[in-house]
């Protein structure tokens, strides 16, 4: 039981280029969180997937999208990076009871 | 204002002090709190979860929620090197969809 992975744990990118982050969960949960993480701005949502087939903007949307792939999936894309996107970004999965698990993150540059 | 307000810290204590860590937030609705800890370069982990007002204990941590004034504290007794890590407190809000509303987090320092 591995709990929620991610991939990769560190990407460095130029401006403009794209990649997608990877975030799967084996505890059958269907709630999924995408976050980020700067210095002094905790944690902020970005999108989310109620259950699979659904997917919703958080705080933070701008300049990613996001694909619930299936009940185990849920990736995170950056169509074209920008510097403001540098980050710690942590895929998260949720109980009922609403207690949610994080990964242990993904460092991305973009320079 | 922020929904959930935590100080940042640095907080540096000795072994064994008994810590206090403090949130406040501001909508009377929220129910569910929980605490996260957060080491250097690793995932939140989940430490305490509440639901309302009171108590509750989980061997060295206790999680507080005071609803009059809408204060959550966690207190860790005998505190150990170990226990060096960012906290996190966090609100599911009154939101339906479980999305969680966090504290900026204070990292705390235990000196041996």
């Known amino acids: 039981n591995a709990g929620v992975t991610q991939t990769p744990k560190f990407q460095v990118l130029k401006t403009g280029q794209s990649m997608t982050l990877q975030c799967a969960q084996d505890?059958?949960?269907?709630?999924m969180y995408w976050y980020r993480q700067d210095p002094g701005m905790g944690l902020r949502l970005i999108y989310y997937?109620?259950?699979?087939?659904?997917?919703d903007k958080g705080e933070v949307p701008n300049g990613y999208n996001v694909s619930r792939l299936n009940k185990r999936e849920f990736s995170l894309r950056l169509e074209s990076a920008a510097p403001s996107q540098t980050s710690v970004y942590f895929c998260?999965?949720?109980?009922?009871?609403?207690?949610?698990?994080f990964g242990p993150g993904t460092r991305l540059t973009v320079t | 204002q922020k929904e959930v307000e935590q100080d940042p810290g640095p907080l540096s204590v000795p072994e064994g002090a008994i810590v206090s860590l403090n949130c406040t937030y501001s909508?009377?609705?929220?129910?569910?709190f929980m605490w996260y800890r957060q080491y250097s370069r690793k995932g939140p982990e989940l430490l305490m979860y509440?639901?309302?007002?009171g108590n509750k204990e989980d061997g060295r941590f206790t999680a507080q929620v005071d609803k009059s004034s809408k204060y959550i504290s966690l207190f860790i007794r005998d505190s150990q090197p170990s226990d060096s890590a960012t906290y996190l407190c966090?609100?599911?809000?009154?939101?339906?969809?479980?999305?969680?509303?966090f504290g900026q987090g204070t990292t705390l320092q235990v000196k041996p």
């Open positions: 505890m059958n949960h269907n709630s």
């Open positions: 509440t639901y309302s007002s």
């Open positions: 966090a609100t599911h809000g009154s939101s339906n969809t479980g999305k969680l509303i």
């Open positions: 998260a999965s949720r109980l009922p009871t609403l207690e949610q698990y």
């Open positions: 997937s109620a259950s699979e087939g659904t997917t």
């Open positions: 909508n009377s609705a929220f129910q569910y």
